[in-house]
Structure formats: structure tokens, C-alpha cells
């Protein structure tokens, strides 16, 4: 079992979105998926919600996506997080000393951003912080990228980034918006709504696709720790 939480603490990146559709792919992949949303605006647990439940881990539209909350989470016994290959944490744009906490026990972060100054600027921040918390940085990756605004900063960022920098860039696309109002993750909108499939069209579908296989590949190669500390430790 792997626990990776998405975070950055500028709001507004696609944390939530890209929890949403990561954990698509990853069951698309044969993986069982916990999903859990620690950000009080529950996003993630509201995108995810079938009926109304107070059991600790729910059920979802996908077989192999359950939810939570961390509130919920850290109630859990190890036996319960155990049957999952994927715990994913989605993160409040904060940096209290919960979010320094869930950041440590994930063991490996994510960071979304998009390319404007204030998100560039404050990734040192953001990285500094994953080290300070004894986490891994997993990798950097750029969302909602407008190649006419973009570009030049882009290869500029590739070059200082380097390694830490994810080849996946999710592009800007308003149909993410569009699938999130219809409580659809980008691809199962694009089915439901007979989309043809074609590289130009399902490009925000195959860019979702590529970063989580980017990111299988990247934490097969992360040594991690990967047993769940029970109830009290978090
Ligand atoms: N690739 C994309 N193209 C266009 N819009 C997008 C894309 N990804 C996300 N968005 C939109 O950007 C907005 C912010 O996304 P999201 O809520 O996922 O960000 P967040 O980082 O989780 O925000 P917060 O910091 O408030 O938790 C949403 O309205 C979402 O629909
Ligand atoms: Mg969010």
C-alpha cells in the first residue's frame, strides 16, 4: 500500500480535481483507490458520494474507489487501509499543523501548479516543507497549461526543476469544469457524452492518463514507508 498526498499550499491549482481523475485512472489501472479529503470544503468527498453515509470508508460510482475523510481516516484500524494499493490524499491550501502531519504520514507528495509568478514563487516553500515533514517530493506537475501564456516559462521551469519536474502537463480545459458540475471524472464524461476519440479531442483524457501512469512509474522507484501507523501515532 502506498499513501501519496496532493499538495500545494496556493489554493485553486486542481489539487481536488486532479485527485478526482488520478483516482479514475489509477482503478482504470487495476488499483484499489482510498481516496481521502482532508480539506474542510470536502470536495473530493462530496464529488465522490453515492447516498448519505457515516460509515468510515464509502463506497463510490467505481468498484475500486472508496472515500473518506481524515477525520473518519484516522479512526481506521490498519486492517481496513490495508486491502487499498493507493491511499490519496487530497490537501487544503494551508499550512497548519494538521496539513504538516497528514504530509508526514503520506510519506510522498505531489505538487500541482500552475505556471503564474505567485504559484512559481512559492513552490520553494512547498518543497521545503515536504523535506521538512521527512516526506518525499514525488514530482512537480504543471495544470490548466495555456500554451500562448506558457510556453516560454515552461522550458525556462523544465530546465531549473529538472528531475523534480513531471513530463505530464495537464492542459487548461474547460470540459474539466463542465465533467465536475456532472460529477464525472474528465474521461467517464467524455464516454458518457459519446466524445470521439481522437489525440486533439481526448487530449485532457490522455494527459490525465499519462500523469498517473507517470506516477505509477515514479513510485515503483520510491522507496517508501508503507505500513499504516494505527489509530494515535497520526
Ligand atoms: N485542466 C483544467 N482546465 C480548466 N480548469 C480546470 C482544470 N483543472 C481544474 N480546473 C478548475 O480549476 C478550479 C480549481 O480546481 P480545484 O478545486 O481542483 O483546485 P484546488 O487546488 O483543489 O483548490 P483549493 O485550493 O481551493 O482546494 C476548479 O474550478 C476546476 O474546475
Ligand atoms: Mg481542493
Known amino acids: 500500500m502506498i499513501r501519496i498526498a496532493l499538495y500545494n499550499n496556493k489554493g485553486g491549482v486542481a489539487k481536488s480535481t486532479s485527485v478526482i481523475n488520478l483516482a479514475y485512472c489509477f482503478q482504470k489501472a487495476g488499483k484499489k483507490v482510498l481516496v481521502v479529503d482532508c480539506d474542510q470544503q470536502e470536495n473530493c468527498f462530496m464529488f465522490f458520494m453515492t447516498a448519505k453515509d457515516s460509515s468510515p470508508i464509502l463506497p463510490s460510482d467505481y468498484e475500486n474507489i472508496k472515500h473518506t475523510t481524515w477525520t473518519r481516516y484516522i479512526e481506521l484500524d490498519a486492517c481496513e487501509t490495508d486491502q487499498f494499493d493507493y491511499i490519496v490524499f487530497d490537501l487544503p491550501p494551508a499550512m497548519t499543523d494538521e496539513v504538516k502531519r497528514i504530509i508526514h504520514h503520506s510519506g510522498i507528495v505531489f505538487v500541482p ?18 523535506s521538512k515533514q521527512q516526506a518525499r517530493l514525488g514530482g512537480i506537475f504543471i495544470t490548466m497549461y495555456q500554451k500562448e501564456n506558457d510556453a516560454a516559462i515552461l522550458t525556462e521551469f523544465q530546465n531549473v526543476l529538472d528531475a523534480q519536474m513531471m513530463r505530464t502537463v495537464i492542459p487548461f480545459s ?20 459519446k466524445v470521439p476519440r481522437s489525440p486533439t479531442s481526448w487530449k485532457i483524457v490522455d494527459a490525465y492518463d ?23 501515532v497520526v
Open 113 to 130: 501548479t500552475l505556471l503564474g509568478e505567485f504559484e512559481v514563487a512559492g513552490l520553494k516553500k512547498v518543497t521545503v516543507e515536504i
Open 210 to 232: 499519462n500523469l498517473a501512469l507517470e506516477m505509477m512509474e515514479r513510485l515503483e522507484k520510491v522507496d517508501t514507508p508503507v505500513t499504516f501507523q494505527p489509530k494515535g
Open 174 to 193: 474547460r470540459t474539466v469544469r463542465e465533467s465536475l458540475k456532472a460529477g464525472l471524472p474528465i474521461e467517464a464524461y467524455f464516454i458518457d457524452k
